[in-house]
């Protein structure tokens, strides 16, 4: 699931010692639920090439490439954007806080010496931020939000904030602030 290296049990506010850190910290969270949306955008792609195959339509032909396009548009849509949120991936290390989404795109780096602060946000629900996904709020900045529950919280040095869901955040924001100490 995550490497934290050490088993440090300190808590996420104390630096660590540089010894103790790690050289890199890594962790994730899934949605298993996303894999039913996908699988109804599979059942829409689907029903649009039975349609454009086995066409019984007698209506005309507008009305038919007008159903096989919605049908693959939509599906296509749903398909893909919930398999992109399936899971989020973060990893820490010397450098950079590095998320990815799905299976790698999209892809945030931020290097280190953009971070002003890391904190534990104890509650993300996919409802304060609209959805899953990769969303923007106003008033609470950028948000990557795979399931509810925890996650972490880091102030760019601009003010922009960007909050993540990740099993382990308490790692997530010890292994920040301990390089963010050094």
Known sequence: MHDTGTGDTRGA??????????????????????????????????????????PSWSPGLAPLVMSVVGCLAAGLLVLFGTVAFTRVRVRVDREALEIRCGYGLPRR???????????????????????????WRPGMGTAVVVRRGPGFVVVLGDGRRLTVT????????????????H
């Open 13 to 54: 506010d104390a630096p660590g010692d540089p010894a103790d850190t790690p050289e890199v910290w890594t962790g994730h969270a899934t949605n298993r639920g996303q894999w039913v949306l996908a699988s109804i955008g599979a059942g829409c792609v689907a029903l649009g090439i039975d349609l454009a195959v086995e």
């Open 166 to 181: 990740v099993d382990d955040a308490e790692g997530a924001v010890r292994a920040i602030r301990d390089r963010l100490a």
């Open 109 to 135: 780096r931020i290097t280190l010496d953009q971070v002003d602060s890391a904190r534990l946000a104890p509650w993300i629900s996919p409802r304060n931020w609209g959805g899953w996904g990769y969303r």
